[in-house]
């Protein structure tokens, strides 16, 4: 299993970014998959999911209304559009897949949000 991030970069407070996950070494379409962030000095906290076809999404209240989930299972790629971001949405973003009970994270794509 490989998770790789991108998409990430230095914004200022309203701007927009897109962040893309490509996964590989497992059937991407039948699971869900997640993205995480973790600032410096916090917990990594949940951000976002989709369902393995994409029906279900799930957001955590912080960024309901400015972030979407998509994903492609033809390109085995998972996407998520950040609008509007605040100072507090700084921090590595991961992508993860929970592979038969075992967790999968990327490397990350970093997020600064800053004038």
């Known amino acids: 299993v490989q998770l790789v991030e991108s998409g990430g970069g230095l914004v200022q407070p309203g701007g927009s970014l897109r962040l893309s996950c490509v996964a590989s070494?497992?059937?991407?379409?039948?699971?869900?998959m997640k993205w995480y962030r973790q600032a410096a000095g916090k917990e990594r906290e949940f951000v976002a999911l989709?369902?393995?076809?994409?029906?279900?999404?799930d957001y955590a209240d912080s960024v309901k209304g400015r972030f979407t989930i998509s994903r492609d299972n033809v390109r085995s790629a998972v996407y998520l559009e950040v609008d509007n971001l605040k100072a507090a949405d700084t921090g590595l973003y991961y992508c993860?897949?929970?592979?038969?009970?075992?967790?999968?994270w990327g490397q990350g794509t970093q997020v600064a949000v800053s004038l």
């Open positions: 070494g497992f059937t991407f379409s039948s699971f869900t």
């Open positions: 993860n897949v929970n592979y038969y009970a075992t967790e999968y």
């Open positions: 989709s369902s393995p076809a994409g029906q279900t999404r």
